[in-house]
């Protein structure tokens, strides 16, 4: 075997030159390849993060939007059940007006033996929300009474003279108007 000659000692630094040249520029390619694919990944994790993101408060507006119309559901349902406690109330004291009648006509008959019973009656009835219309002498209102007889007098407007069955209201509605006998 020859030794190594001075040409060949020259020739292959060059060569290792070059060798090494040429690493350098596919390793400077493959560093700006993966920063390159690294700034892109980091672009689509950005992205892919403002996506859920959003994705995220659409979904938490959909749950506020459910919550609040369940909130006006319930409340829409307790209102219901209140108005038909009342209307059930309203029609369980309608059905009584003609024993409050019967009671107070026994009262004009027997004051002495039937008073307690038809202020027992009246009392509890208040409580619950039943107004007694006092109507006799003032001015003839259409809206809570009905003017079955009327006479002459003397005056500016119609007056109730005289009233002939009693009128009430329920929790300020009128349950059953008045009948009058009306003067003017």
Same mark, same amino acid.
């Given at each position: 075997?020859?030794?190594?000659?001075?040409?060949?000692?020259?020739?292959?630094?060059?060569?290792?030159?070059?060798?090494?040249?040429?690493?350098?520029?596919?390793?400077?390619?493959?560093? /700006?390849?993966?920063?390159? !694919?690294?700034?892109?990944?980091?672009?689509?994790f =950005?992205?892919?993060?403002?996506? *859920? +993101? #959003? @994705?995220?408060?659409?979904?938490?507006?959909?749950?506020?939007?459910?919550?609040?119309?369940?909130?006006?559901?319930?409340k829409?349902?307790?209102?219901?059940?209140?108005?038909?406690?009342?209307?059930?109330?309203?029609?369980?004291?309608?059905?009584?007006?003609?024993?409050? /009648?019967?009671?107070?006509? !026994?009262?004009?008959?027997?004051?002495?033996?039937? =008073?307690?019973?038809?202020?027992? *009656? +009246? #009392? @509890?009835?208040?409580?619950?929300?039943?107004?007694?219309?006092?109507?006799?002498?003032?001015?003839?209102?259409?809206?809570?009474?009905?003017?079955?007889?009327?006479e002459?007098?003397?005056?500016?407007?119609?007056?109730?003279?005289?009233?002939?069955?009693?009128?009430?209201?329920?929790?300020?509605?009128?349950?059953?108007?008045?009948?009058?006998?009306?003067?003017?």
């Open positions: 075997m020859d030794s190594p000659t001075e040409n060949d000692i020259a020739a292959t630094p060059t060569e290792n030159d070059s060798t090494a040249t040429d690493f350098d520029a596919q390793l400077d390619a493959a560093v /700006d390849t993966d920063a390159a !694919a690294t700034e892109t990944a980091e672009e689509q =950005e992205h892919d993060v403002d996506a *859920l +993101l #959003a @994705e995220r408060d659409q979904f938490k507006d959909i749950a506020l939007r459910l919550q609040a119309d369940f909130e006006n559901f319930r829409r349902v307790a209102q219901q059940q209140s108005d038909e406690v009342q209307r059930a109330t309203g029609r369980l004291v309608e059905a009584m007006l003609p024993v409050l /009648d019967a009671a107070e006509q !026994a009262y004009l008959a027997h004051p002495a033996e039937v =008073e307690p019973l038809f202020n027992l *009656l +009246l #009392a @509890e009835l208040r409580k619950q929300g039943l107004e007694v219309l006092d109507l006799d002498g003032a001015a003839f209102d259409p809206a809570v009474a009905e003017a079955v007889l009327h002459p007098g003397e005056g500016s407007g119609p007056v109730v003279a005289e009233v002939l069955r009693t009128g009430y209201l329920w929790k300020g509605k009128v349950l059953r108007a008045a009948m009058v006998k009306v003067r003017g």
